[in-house]
């Protein structure tokens, strides 16, 4: 049995049939199957740009919204909070701010806030305070009171403690 390893013929035979069946193998298991890998991803695709399209139709703001921290603008508490109100539509006289000062600890620099919503349901509430995180990923939201308005079923008085990290 050894000698056959030894006997050039089995090498002139052997290279030429492999080199025949690779693009046999090539065009009867690895195409089809390529084939078939791209039509899922194309089908997927579609699913996909039709849930996108619903999306930008639903939430047309979400674009200004990708781009947001590549964004070298210094952060400011007034036009962020202003800014997200209008797009909750939460009228100004219904928001107050107090922002304190930006502050260093241990190399970090940090400013807190507080905002006070009056007389606003719980929808424009969730919608203020999610579209403000999303929009500033290094916003945190610390404590959030909610303080229900009597004898009004949905009116709520809400404080939020926010603190943002530069």
């Not at 089809?32 to 849930?51: G, L, S, V």
């Not at 502050?103 to 919608?127: P, R």
């Amino acid at each position: 049995m050894k000698d056959i390893y030894k006997n050039p013929i089995l090498y002139y035979i052997l290279t030429p049939v492999i080199v025949c069946l690779w693009p046999l193998l090539v065009l009867a298991v690895y195409l089809p199957a390529a084939e078939k890998n791209k039509e899922d991803q194309q089908a997927q695709y579609k699913k996909a740009e039709a849930i996108m399209v619903e999306i930008l139709t639903l939430d047309p703001d979400r674009r200004e919204y990708a781009d947001s921290n590549n964004v070298d603008i210094e952060f400011n508490f007034d036009k962020a909070v202003a800014k997200v109100a209008g797009t909750s539509k939460i009228p100004p006289s219904k928001w107050h701010l107090n922002a304190g000062t930006v502050q260093t600890s241990g190399g970090e620099k940090s400013q807190s806030a507080t905002v006070s919503l009056k007389q606003i349901d719980i929808v424009k509430f969730s919608e203020f305070l999610s579209t403000i995180q999303l929009r500033w990923a290094n916003l945190q939201c610390n404590r959030v009171k909610l303080t229900q308005k009597p004898g009004l079923p949905d009116m709520w008085d809400v404080d939020i403690e926010l603190k943002y990290y530069y």
